[in-house]
């Protein structure tokens, strides 16, 4: 029977140590220092997305430790994908939430006004990265 809480952290330690392969081997294919993988550990919410790559490094489906995860996910051929940033999280990385629903005009307009920072801010980070390939 598997939780409902499960501690991710506790899981993949566990994993890693009953797949055989060296803690420095599991960072060195995951791009992360020893340290990080060590207070992976500690975590009790590690996105799905980190748990499917570390999956792939030591030949473990977590399937079976986080049954949710096959029904999110499908099983395709994998792709090439170009390396992505680790703090991206994919739609299944966190537990479903409710989706906020503002209950009068002021929340609306509060809510519009969070966004458009969150918009700009994004338009700013991508104007930044845009003038550093640009050499």
């Known amino acids: 029977m598997v939780k409902t809480n499960t501690h991710r952290g506790e899981v993949i330690r566990d994993a890693i140590k009953a797949s055989g392969v060296a803690i420095g081997v599991?960072?060195?294919?995951m791009s992360i220092?020893?340290?990080?993988l060590y207070n992976k550990f500690k975590e009790?919410?590690?996105?799905?997305?980190f748990i499917l790559k570390l999956g792939e490094v030591i030949?473990?489906?977590?399937?079976?430790?986080?049954?949710?995860?096959s029904k999110t996910v499908k099983k395709e051929a994998p792709k090439p994908q170009p390396q992505m940033s680790t703090n991206?999280?994919?739609?299944?990385?966190?537990e479903p939430q409710e989706v906020y629903k503002p209950?009068?005009?002021?929340d609306c307009e509060q809510e519009l006004?969070?966004?458009?920072?969150?918009?700009i801010n994004l338009l700013e980070k991508f104007n930044e990265l845009l003038l550093k390939t640009q050499v």
Do not use: G, M, W
């Open 59 to 69: 030949h473990h489906d977590f399937s079976q430790d986080f049954p949710h995860l």
């Open 88 to 94: 991206l999280l994919l739609p299944f990385d966190s």
């Open 26 to 29: 599991v960072a060195e294919k």
């Open 113 to 119: 006004v969070n966004l458009q920072r969150k918009y």
């Open 33 to 36: 220092s020893r340290k990080t």
């Open 103 to 106: 209950n009068n005009l002021r």
């Open 44 to 49: 009790s919410s590690i996105p799905y997305s």
